[in-house]
């Protein structure tokens, strides 16, 4: 069984930084590309980046390019998104997802909530 | 950008009702398009990938078409447990893009 499980979450101040995790279980993680979504809150969802499956190569929504960095750790089955100079309107619960290079996402975390206000 | 325009943002039906859930895309997407069901407070679910792949474990009573740049997910046979946010996602090109959302509830 595919397990996604997201641990970083927490509050920050406007231009602090915070980095997410995402450990995965149940699948060859190194075979599969990885992704990241939010959702603020009461709204819809968002695309916010995805890894190749080898981690090489990386893509961004125009929101958080040049501020999120986008990361794998092969070996330790473990996703990262480190966020730096963070906004209000970063303020969400962030998604872990199976896949997502040009293609669907098939399983999903159950998200970890980031907040950032002063 | 290729924007995803949902309808409607909002539908009620009864159990046993035939749903129909529209999403238009503002270009072509070569059947890159993928439908995900959100129940309150969790997080998405696949349903449907490739525009009408039934992804594994989905109840056959939803389905996916495709015409043109419009794409429809159908609900056969509403059941209770249908009631969710639906959204729809392509995948043709980057940024990846969804649509507002819409929400089914139950009469």
């Known amino acids: 069984e595919v397990q996604l499980v997201e641990s970083g979450g927490g509050l920050v101040q406007p231009g602090g930084s915070l980095r997410l995790s995402c450990a995965a279980s149940g699948f060859i993680f190194r075979n599969y590309a990885m992704s990241w979504v939010r959702q603020a809150p009461g709204k819809g969802l968002e695309w916010v980046s995805v890894i190749s499956a080898s981690g090489d190569t990386t893509n961004y929504a125009n929101s958080v390019k040049g501020r999120f960095t986008i990361s794998r750790d092969n070996s330790k089955n473990t996703l990262y998104l480190q966020m730096s100079s963070l906004r209000v309107e970063d303020t969400a619960v962030y998604y872990c997802a199976k896949g997502g290079w040009l293609a669907a996402c098939d399983s999903w975390g159950q998200g970890t909530l980031v907040t950032v206000s002063s | 950008d290729i924007q995803m325009t949902q309808s409607p943002s909002s539908v009620s039906a009864s159990v046993g009702d035939r749903v129909t859930i529209t999403c238009r895309a503002s270009?072509?997407?070569?059947?890159?398009l993928a439908w995900y069901q959100q129940r309150p407070g969790k997080a998405p679910k696949l349903l449907i990938y490739?525009?009408?792949a039934l992804y594994s474990g989905v109840p056959s009573r939803f389905s996916g078409s495709e015409s043109g740049t419009d794409f429809t997910l159908t609900i056969s046979s509403l059941q209770p447990e249908d009631c969710a946010i639906y959204y729809c996602q392509q995948a043709n090109s980057f940024p990846i893009t969804f649509g507002q959302g819409t929400r089914l509830e139950i009469k």
């Open positions: 270009q072509r997407l070569s059947s890159y």
């Open positions: 490739a525009a009408s």
